[in-house]
Structures are given as structure tokens and as C-alpha cells.
């Protein structure tokens, strides 16, 4: 069974950019779509984007051009950089596995909790 | 951008009753591409359907999903304790994939 980690700073600095790393293990990057999703107490669960293992990418429109999310194969493992960020940014970051042939998601991480702080 | 709206916010029953929840789209999700999960406190969230009735891997069958178009529904049949949390349905037919604010299920 897939298994999902997430792992990255815990706390940014207002301005800066937050990079988190998903690590996949028992089960291979390959094949997937993989999905970076956050969640705040005020806005609920918003999608981020998805990275292919190909490397092609979609990202919500609502982050304008911030986010930028990349796969590395070879270490089973996909990113996210999110850019100029403020505390409108601190959520709980869960990265997570979209199901075959649709864009729900089967496999998630147990979520990282990121601060921005100023 | 297709809104969800849930209702209602909270659900209070008592184990073994049949819980009813409702999603509601603003405009038609394509292909009723509609998925619904549980979360629990400290917890990521879990698929329970997929494609508004199909259920995922592992699912128990007194979950079931219903709907199309733009109202869909989760039913529970038969609460377990287990059951108790809350629950958020999602949009995947039209980007960017959205999802609703979640129907609080509590022990009554």
C-alpha cells in the first residue's frame, strides 16, 4: 500500500518561499498524478496542483503564478514551492495521490502544519 | 470556478441511525466526477466515493453516494461510532477541482 510523507521547514518568513518535499514509498512516483492540497480553519481544503511523472503540471488559478510543483522520479518524490508567501499561506499542507483516471485522491500524507510568520 | 455548498453544517444522531448528507454544486459537475471523504481530528482526509456512488477500496457498504447533476447526497446507514467526524465532498470534473466546507457528524 502507498504510503505518503510530507517534509519541509515549519515555519516561513512572510515574503519568502515555502518548499515542501512528498516522499512515495511502496509504490512507484510513475503512472500518477500527484497532488499538493491545503487546509485552513477559515478557507477549508483547497487543491494546490497536480504534478504528471512526466512532469506536466496544472495549478489553481487562485495562487496567480506562485506555485511551482515538480517530480523527481528517480527519488520517488514530488515538490512544492510556493512563492511570497503570507499569513494568508499558513495551513496544513497535505500532499496526496490522485486516483486512476480522475483527479480525487486515494492516498494522502498525514499533513504539515506551515507557519508564515513576519 | 464550481462552489460546493454542504448541509447541513452539523448533524447530530445517535449511533445506528441513518445519517443524510447534502452537497450542492453551483452548476453541474461534469460526468458526476463527485467525491466524498471523512477526516478526523489530527487526520488527513479519507476517499469514501469516488464518481458520486462508487466506493473506494476498503469502504464498508453502509456508505453509499447518490445524485447528479448538481445535488448529490452521502447516506450512512446505520452509524458506528467510528462514523463520527467530518465530512467534505469534492468536485473533479471541472478545474480547479474544488471542494465543499464539510458536514460535522456528531454523537448526539
Known amino acids: 500500500q502507498v504510503q505518503l510523507q510530507e517534509s519541509g521547514p515549519g515555519l516561513v518568513k512572510a515574503s519568502e518561499t515555502l518548499s515542501l518535499i512528498c516522499t512515495v514509498s511502496g509504490g512507484f512516483i510513475s503512472d500518477y498524478y500527484w497532488s499538493w492540497i491545503r487546509q485552513t480553519p477559515g478557507k477549508g481544503l483547497e487543491w494546490i496542483g497536480y504534478?504528471?511523472?512526466?512532469?506536466?503540471?496544472y495549478y489553481n488559478p487562485s495562487l496567480k503564478g506562485r506555485v511551482t510543483i515538480s517530480v523527481d522520479t528517480s527519488k520517488n518524490q514530488f515538490s512544492l514551492e510556493l512563492s511570497s508567501v503570507t499569513a494568508a499561506d499558513t495551513a496544513v499542507y497535505f500532499c496526496a495521490r490522485d486516483r486512476p483516471s480522475s483527479n480525487c485522491f486515494d492516498s494522502w500524507g498525514q499533513g504539515t502544519l506551515v507557519t508564515v510568520y513576519s | 470556478e464550481i462552489v460546493l455548498t454542504q448541509s447541513p453544517g452539523i448533524l447530530s444522531l445517535s449511533p445506528g441511525e441513518r445519517a443524510t448528507l447534502s452537497c450542492r454544486a453551483s452548476?453541474?459537475?461534469?460526468?458526476?466526477?463527485l467525491a466524498w471523504y471523512q477526516q478526523k481530528p489530527g487526520q488527513a482526509p479519507r476517499l469514501l466515493i469516488y464518481d458520486a456512488f462508487s466506493r473506494a477500496t476498503g469502504i464498508p457498504d453502509r456508505f453509499s453516494g447518490s445524485g447528479f447533476g448538481t445535488d448529490f447526497t452521502l447516506t450512512i446507514t446505520g452509524l458506528e461510532p467510528e462514523d463520527f467526524a467530518v465530512y467534505y465532498c469534492q468536485q473533479y470534473g471541472n478545474s480547479p477541482f474544488t471542494f465543499g466546507p464539510g458536514t460535522k457528524v456528531d454523537i448526539k
Open positions: 452548476q453541474s459537475v461534469s460526468n458526476s466526477y
Open positions: 504534478v504528471y511523472y512526466t512532469g506536466s503540471t
